[in-house]
């Protein structure tokens, strides 16, 4: 079977495949958990561990997001020019949302479908809190998350913007030390990688600064 | 090799080597970042080995049963809080095997007038064992019924004779790193601990528990000897029981311990005192998708909201 145009249409670009395998990698494990569901893989409290499951999803996601623009601005210091990082970052970050909306859900599900009872945890129980704040924001980013979004906003008011990721990412680490009853190893590992990706953010910012002041100013 | 060839406009054109390739690489990335993410999140449920050894003598059925169904044995065997063989509920299935639950003795000392040392099978053999359907209901906001096998801890402590400043009950269970490999781990001060005041542990309901649906006790739940207090949320029920001491003071218990905050030594059901973290009005019985109302006392009320009289179960929870 050839398609039309087929091997007649410009060419594609050396990292045309990392998004695809981003948006496809990133969405598989939604699948396996599904496919875990109906075949009764998900032990003797499947809502619980799918709760879990897909909160952990997010995090990771999320973080891995947030790995993007660190990774390039690290890869450029050694004159490496790396494009794809900003082009996944989206994509991980979309996904990583998705995975915290089907996490809400499933917390839902699994108080017994009680919108005030859900009220009641949001206002009672910090961690319940500071979850449901970090979805909240995810929202904005969700919705300027479109190809026209960094135009109609103007870049600066869109950076801005989507620092507002930063603050998502440590909200949800917080909430995941906040739900593990006792081994914290899990929530202590997103913290580093939380703290790394400021101080890597911190240390090239701060670079950038030095390198912009006049002669004479920064130097002594 | 040749330069890529041009379309009209002068660009590379896509060659078929070229689609491929990096359809290659998009589903080698895909599944490399897929398999990452498993790795980090899924729990595969296990397979369950049930005992199969069914205990000899006489059985006779007690008086407490629940009318409500059994659970399923495989999620009762299978869904475990015992954090000696780890901390996911699927480890103690898993790594329980390597506990040696024969020989095994059971010390009894303190304010006691007969201390001794005492095997398990002499133990067992000492009262007539009773089948009793109980509910068990965990703190964490899930429950089970369950069909324990056993006699009543009353039993045992007339026949030690408590002395007459006994006023609690300590129970320890083994701390062995090298059967138990979540004891390596120090995420609670092993050995654990747990105790009763000593009406509690006379209640007629309190019970030591040798057996499980009519077999010996698998080791992940709590083989070869657990206590059984169903008013009680679950981890007050310990495990591979060594030590039980009568002592004058309250003891000092694992979970209490470790967050006076949010485990309490009484650690009575209460529907009406969240946990600081969850409500408790509600819990899922393993199995259902839905949640049920808590009962206080998880049921057992009419037995023993006497032994509470007088005391505010808010502070004393």
């Given at each position: 079977?050839?398609?039309?145009?087929?091997?007649?249409g410009?060419?594609?670009?050396?990292?045309?495949?990392?998004?695809?395998?981003?948006?496809?990698?990133?969405?598989?494990?939604?699948?396996?958990l599904?496919?875990?569901?109906?075949?009764?893989?998900?032990?003797?409290?499947?809502?619980?561990?799918?709760?879990?499951?897909?909160?952990?999803?997010?995090?990771a996601?999320?973080?891995?997001?947030?790995?993007?623009?660190?990774?390039?601005l690290?890869a450029?210091?050694?004159?490496?020019?790396?494009?794809?990082?900003?082009?996944?970052?989206?994509?991980?970050?979309?996904?990583?949302?998705?995975?915290?909306?089907?996490?809400?859900?499933?917390?839902?599900?699994?108080?017994?479908?009680?919108?005030?009872?859900?009220?009641?945890?949001?206002?009672?129980?910090p961690?319940?809190?500071?979850?449901?704040?970090?979805?909240?924001?995810?929202?904005?980013?969700?919705?300027?998350?479109?190809k026209?979004?960094?135009?109609?906003?103007?870049?600066v008011?869109?950076?801005?913007?989507?620092?507002?990721?930063?603050?998502?990412?440590?909200?949800?680490?917080?909430?995941?030390?906040?739900?593990?009853?006792?081994?914290?190893?899990?929530?202590?590992?997103?913290?580093?990688?939380?703290?790394?990706?400021?101080?890597?953010?911190?240390?090239?910012?701060?670079?950038?600064?030095?390198?912009a002041?006049?002669?004479?100013?920064?130097?002594? | 090799?040749?330069?890529?060839?041009?379309d009209?406009?002068?660009?590379?054109?896509?060659?078929?080597?070229?689609?491929?390739?990096?359809?290659?690489?998009?589903?080698?990335?895909?599944?490399?970042?897929?398999?990452?993410?498993?790795?980090?999140?899924?729990?595969?449920?296990?397979?369950?080995?049930e005992a199969?050894?069914?205990?000899?003598?006489?059985?006779?059925?007690?008086?407490?049963?629940?009318?409500?169904?059994?659970?399923?044995?495989?999620?009762?065997?299978?869904?475990?809080?015992?954090?000696?063989?780890?901390?996911?509920?699927?480890?103690?299935?898993?790594?329980?095997g390597?506990?040696?639950?024969?020989?095994?003795?059971?010390?009894?000392?303190?304010?006691?007038?007969?201390?001794?040392?005492?095997?398990?099978?002499?133990?067992?053999?000492?009262?007539?064992?009773?089948?009793?359907?109980?509910?068990?209901?965990?703190?964490?906001?899930?429950?089970?019924?369950?069909?324990?096998?056993?006699?009543?801890?009353?039993?045992?402590?007339?026949?030690?004779?408590?002395?007459?400043?006994?006023?609690?009950?300590?129970?320890?269970?083994?701390?062995?790193?090298?059967?138990?490999?979540?004891?390596?781990?120090?995420?609670?001060?092993?050995?654990?601990?747990e105790?009763?005041?000593?009406?509690?542990?006379?209640?007629?309901?309190?019970?030591?528990?040798?057996?499980?649906?009519?077999k010996?006790?698998?080791?992940?739940?709590g083989?070869?000897?657990?206590?059984?207090?169903?008013?009680?949320?679950?981890?007050?029920?310990?495990?591979?029981?060594?030590?039980i001491?009568?002592?004058?003071?309250?003891p000092?218990?694992?979970?209490?311990?470790?967050?006076?905050?949010?485990?309490?030594?009484?650690?009575?059901?209460?529907?009406?005192?969240?946990?600081?973290?969850?409500?408790?009005?509600t819990?899922?019985?393993?199995?259902?998708?839905?949640?049920?109302?808590?009962?206080?006392?998880?049921?057992?009320?009419?037995?023993?909201?006497?032994?509470?009289?007088?005391?505010?179960?808010?502070?004393?929870?």
């Amino acid at each position: 079977m050839t398609r039309a145009g087929a091997g007649q249409g410009r060419a594609l670009p050396p990292g045309a495949w990392v998004v695809p395998a981003a948006a496809v990698g990133s969405v598989l494990p939604l699948g396996v958990l599904l496919l875990d569901a109906f075949t009764g893989q998900l032990g003797a409290n499947p809502l619980q561990r799918s709760e879990q499951q897909t909160g952990v999803l997010a995090l990771a996601l999320l973080l891995l997001s947030l790995t993007c623009t660190p990774l390039r601005l690290l890869a450029a210091r050694v004159n490496v020019r790396l494009l794809w990082p900003a082009r996944v970052r989206k994509t991980l970050g979309l996904s990583g949302a998705l995975y915290a909306f089907v996490h809400l859900i499933i917390y839902g599900l699994d108080r017994g479908f009680n919108p005030a009872g859900l009220l009641v945890d949001a206002v009672k129980r910090p961690y319940i809190t500071v979850g449901l704040t970090a979805l909240l924001l995810l929202i904005p980013l969700v919705l300027t998350s479109r190809k026209d979004s960094v135009k109609r906003l103007g870049f600066v008011r869109w950076q801005r913007l989507h620092r507002l990721s930063y603050v998502v990412a440590a909200l949800g680490v917080l909430h995941f030390w906040w739900s593990v009853k006792k081994d914290h190893s899990a929530p202590l590992l997103a913290v580093v990688v939380l703290l790394a990706l400021f101080a890597v953010r911190a240390v090239l910012a701060r670079r950038r600064e030095r390198q912009a002041a006049p002669v004479g100013t920064a130097r002594r | 090799m040749n330069g890529p060839e041009r379309d009209e406009k002068g660009g590379p054109m896509r060659s078929r080597r070229e689609v491929l390739r990096q359809g290659g690489l998009a589903a080698i990335g895909a599944v490399g970042l897929a398999g990452g993410l498993e790795l980090l999140t899924r729990r595969p449920a296990t397979r369950v080995m049930e005992a199969s050894q069914a205990i000899p003598g006489r059985v006779y059925r007690g008086p407490y049963d629940t009318t409500e169904p059994v659970s399923r044995i495989s999620d009762i065997t299978g869904y475990n809080n015992y954090y000696e063989f780890g901390l996911d509920k699927a480890d103690p299935a898993r790594n329980a095997g390597s506990l040696r639950t024969r020989p095994w003795t059971v010390r009894i000392d303190g304010l006691v007038r007969k201390p001794q040392t005492v095997d398990i099978d002499t133990l067992q053999s000492w009262f007539p064992l009773e089948d009793r359907l109980y509910r068990m209901r965990c703190v964490e906001g899930w429950s089970l019924v369950i069909p324990w096998m056993g006699f009543p801890l009353a039993a045992l402590l007339r026949r030690i004779e408590p002395g007459s400043k006994a006023r609690y009950v300590q129970f320890t269970s083994l701390a062995d790193p090298k059967q138990m490999p979540g004891v390596r781990d120090p995420v609670l001060q092993w050995p654990y601990r747990e105790g009763l005041r000593l009406d509690e542990a006379m209640n007629p309901l309190t019970m030591l528990a040798v057996g499980l649906d009519g077999k010996l006790l698998p080791n992940q739940n709590g083989a070869p000897l657990r206590l059984v207090v169903p008013w009680k949320y679950g981890f007050k029920n310990i495990k591979a029981i060594t030590h039980i001491t009568l002592l004058e003071e309250q003891p000092k218990t694992t979970w209490s311990t470790a967050a006076p905050d949010e485990y309490g030594f009484y650690a009575n059901v209460n529907p009406a005192v969240d946990h600081p973290r969850w409500s408790q009005a509600t819990e899922r019985r393993i199995g259902d998708l839905g949640r049920r109302k808590t009962l206080p006392f998880n049921g057992y009320a009419a037995q023993v909201a006497g032994l509470y009289k007088g005391m505010d179960l808010r502070r004393n929870f």
